[in-house]
């Protein structure tokens, strides 16, 4: 399904890297069709290699004059794929999504505007993130400026890589995706793209597409075994001469904070061993008072069976009451 280039290179790519994905593929690049301006906007889908019903779905889309397939002739990991993509697009600006996320009809139209600038490093949408019993924003609902502190002290959660668009020479300065950042190589691509180019990421505060969490991705799996805070470790350490003292000890402190969060959300759940690791993390990056709160939650997980959970359970309850 190899459409026509032509001599115009669009303003923007949507990149979409798949592999075995095929029960949300059809969403994704729907989505992205639905977006028009075909003159404008290029859709690329690069499929790793997949086994499933994937040909099939994407057969759906053929006449499409502004998508372009790519069948890869070899499969390599996830951040190879996305490094694959990019490089297979043409637009000033890039848009990676994911292949089970989809953007909304307007997400072109919202940024229309703002692609002339030379200002900014990147343009970021809020996303709306889908659980299975509720929805919460991804990202700021009024406009708002990321620079390298609000990144880092964030540790990403203001932008979502599905709902942003960044400029592809940036891209290309920082020789894309960084396979040694593992499954925070989103995080880690927008704090090279504004550390080395001095330049903010936009967030218009407006909806950009929708965000599924439970889907293909296993980040939420990480999440549930404690790896996810070992894998933000890794990724300071990777950066720390480059951010400096100062912004190391900044993503210490969010990465402290996370992991006794989520160490509470285990010993709610009964998961002594995993709440265990969390919190003898954030003993090593909280101070003063934040630092208190940890011991004491290490400590209630040596409290008899039961009586801890219930104390998290309560101390829920008191909060959501609030």
């Not at 139209?109 to 703002?114: E, I, L, P, Q, V």
């Not at 900044?250 to 995993?274: F, I, K």
């Amino acid at each position: 399904m190899e459409q026509a280039r032509g001599d115009v290179a669009p303003r923007l790519s949507i990149c979409i890297p798949t592999y075995n994905m095929a029960p949300w593929l059809r969403g994704a690049v729907g989505s992205a069709v639905a977006i028009g301006f075909p003159d404008e906007v290029e859709i690329i889908v690069v499929d790793n290699c997949s086994t499933d019903e994937t040909g099939d779905v994407l057969a759906e889309f053929i006449g499409v004059p502004n998508l372009r397939v790519v069948r890869a002739a070899e499969h390599v990991d996830m951040i190879g794929n996305f490094n694959r993509s990019v490089r297979a697009s043409r637009g000033t600006w890039v848009t990676m999504l994911s292949a089970d996320d989809e953007l909304v009809p307007d997400y072109y139209a919202n940024m229309r505007d703002h692609l002339a600038r030379d200002d900014v490093a990147a343009i970021s949408q809020t996303a709306t993130t889908c659980w299975e019993d509720e929805e919460t924003a991804f990202g700021p609902l009024e406009p708002q400026t990321f620079g390298l502190e609000e990144l880092v002290v964030s540790m990403g959660s203001g932008v979502c890589m599905t709902t942003t668009a960044f400029r592809r020479d940036l891209f290309d300065a920082v020789d894309g995706f960084c396979p040694d950042a593992n499954f925070i190589f989103d995080v880690d691509l927008f704090v090279r793209l504004v550390l080395t180019s001095g330049l903010p990421i936009r967030a218009l505060g407006t909806e950009g597409g929708r965000y599924f969490p439970l889907r293909g991705s296993s980040w939420q799996r990480l999440e549930e075994t404690g790896e996810a805070t070992a894998l933000r470790q890794q990724w300071v350490d990777l950066r720390r001469c480059e951010l400096g003292p100062e912004m190391a000890r900044a993503a210490e402190g969010t990465l402290g904070s996370l992991a006794r969060y989520n160490g509470l959300a285990q010993l709610g759940r009964g998961r002594r061993d995993v709440a265990r690791r969390e919190f003898t993390v954030s003993l090593r990056y909280t101070h003063g008072r934040e630092h208190w709160k940890t011991r004491a939650a290490l400590l209630a997980t040596r409290l008899p069976g039961g009586v801890a959970e219930r104390l998290v359970g309560a101390r829920a309850q008191l909060v959501g009451a609030r």
